[in-house]
């Protein structure tokens, strides 16, 4: 099954030092590595680096070398574009997710990829998405 993965996971496993809580981000990568084929978009990509910097004080190095040696082996990275952004602006206007996820809905529908792996409980708003998460049963 295709998931798309949004940039919260990989930020956590790319931040957390705590070995007890870092382990449970692990398990849930290794579990939706195992069961779906998994898929991003350059702006989830752009959202862990930036996030990474500005938040946690994580050096550009370190985040480009996780997402090269940890995420992109194992996701197919996505193409944004303006059929992408058509689709975001009207998920925008009908239901007022913020712009980001709006892109990577885009991004789903156009790859018919029906389930995203997110924090985000404002995706829970679209009839067609399948989020999961830690406390998602």
Known sequence: MRAFLDANLLIYLNTITDKSLRLVYENLYTKVVDEHRL???????????????????VPFRVTLEFLN??????????SLGEEEYDIAANIISEHNIV??????????????????????????????????????P
């Open 39 to 57: 898929y991003t978009d350059v702006l989830v990509l752009d959202e862990v680096i930036y996030v990474s910097r500005k938040r946690y004080n």
């Open 69 to 78: 040696e940890i995420v992109k082996p194992f996701v197919n990275v996505i």
């Open 99 to 136: 712009p980001s996820d709006a892109l990577h809905l885009g991004a789903m529908k156009n790859n018919n990829i029906a389930t995203i792996v997110s924090e985000d409980r404002e995706l829970d708003k679209i009839g067609w998405v399948k989020r999961v998460w830690l406390t998602t």
